[in-house]
T-cell receptor, first 113, second 115 residues
Framework: NAGVTQTPKFRVLKTGQSMTLLCAQD?????MYWYRQDPGMGLRLIHY???????AKGEVPDGYNVSRLKKQNFLLGLESAAPSQTSVYFC????????????FGPGTRLTVT | AQSVTQPDIHITVSEGASLELRCNYS??????LFWYVQSPGQGLQLLLK??????LVQGIKGFEAEFKRSQSSFNLRKPSVHWSDAAEYFC?????????????FGRGTSLIVHP
């Protein structure tokens, strides 16, 4: 049981390049989330999904797109990376129901130059 | 709009000393409250949570937190800190939003432990 995994762990992009971050969970969780973490800002929600084939915007969705084609995977895309997207990205998942506990992946550190 | 405030950006304690990390929230109804810990280079891990009932909740690693409705607070405590407790601590509040229960995180408190 790997929990929540994220690929890649580190990435450096040039401004304007695109990339996709992959989040995978093996706990059969319905809900999945993408956050970014910046110094002094805590975690800010980018997008989330309440089930396969559904996505919704969070607090800071601009410049990002997501897809949830399979229940276990949640992809975060940057179509045209900007230096302001330099951050650590965390994926989280949780089961539907009253627990509300989120399980987090180890993070992806992205630098855009 | 709801918010979560962690007033202390950094806290330094000596190993063996007691610890209290503060968390205040603004929300119109009784929220669900969480404390998470983030060790360096890691994702977040749940320490404890409060939904209802007894206002003093016990968590993992010897942590506890007390919900005080009158003060809109959910402070995290530990009677004796260990060097391995050095980490970033986040308070979070869950609010209902179309049924998806979106969490809001505080900005975090960095705990430094001196030997």
């Amino acid at each position: 049981n790997a929990g929540v995994t994220q690929t890649p762990k580190f990435r450096v992009l040039k401004t304007g390049q695109s990339m996709t971050l992959l989040c995978a969970q093996d706990m059969n969780h319905e809900y999945m989330y993408w956050y970014r973490q910046d110094p002094g800002m805590g975690l800010r929600l980018i997008h989330y999904s309440v089930g396969e084939g559904t996505t919704a915007k969070g607090e800071v969705p601009d410049g990002y797109n997501v897809s949830r084609l399979k229940k276990q995977n949640f992809l975060l895309g940057l179509e045209s990376a900007a230096p302001s997207q330099t951050s650590v990205y965390f994926c989280a998942s949780r089961i539907m129901g009253v627990s509300y506990e989120q399980y987090f992946g180890p993070g992806t550190r992205l630098t855009v130059t | 709009a709801q918010s979560v405030t962690q007033p202390d950006i950094h806290i330094t304690v000596s190993e063996g000393a007691s610890l209290e990390l503060r968390c205040n929230y603004s929300y119109g109804a009784t929220p669900y409250l969480f404390w998470y810990v983030q060790s360096p280079g890691q994702g977040l891990q749940l320490l404890l949570k409060y939904f209802s009932g007894d206002t003093l909740v016990q968590g993992i690693k010897g942590f506890e937190a007390e919900f005080k409705r009158s003060q809109s607070s959910f402070n995290l405590r530990k009677p004796s800190v260990h060097w391995s407790d050095a980490a970033e601590y986040f308070c979070a509040v869950v609010r209902p939003s179309g049924g998806s229960y979106i969490p809001t995180f505080g900005r975090g408190t960095s705990l430094i432990v001196h030997p």
